[in-house]
């Protein structure tokens, strides 16, 4: 988990906004989510990494 906490944490938490839109769950799923998709992104960091531009390109538009 140590590329995981390199991550910044805006950045996460952009990109869980990002897949989360609308989502009404409660904080303990949503960490779950969170977990989820840091355990992922650490697997597979380019695919993460084009992820993360994606979901910060659509926050800026909406912004």
């Given amino acids: 988990m140590t590329e995981v906490r ?3 944490e805006g950045e996460i ?5 990002c897949v989360l839109v ?3 769950g409660d904080s303990e799923s949503r960490g779950r989510i969170v977990h989820a998709i ?3 992104a650490e697997e597979h960091p380019e695919e993460w990494n ?5 979901c910060q390109q ?3 538009v909406l912004a």
């Fill in 50 to 54: 084009e992820l993360q531009e994606r």
């Fill in 58 to 60: 659509r926050h800026v």
């Fill in 38 to 40: 840091l355990e992922w």
């Fill in 13 to 17: 938490e952009v990109v869980v906004n």
């Fill in 22 to 24: 609308d989502y009404r």
């Fill in 6 to 8: 390199q991550h910044q």
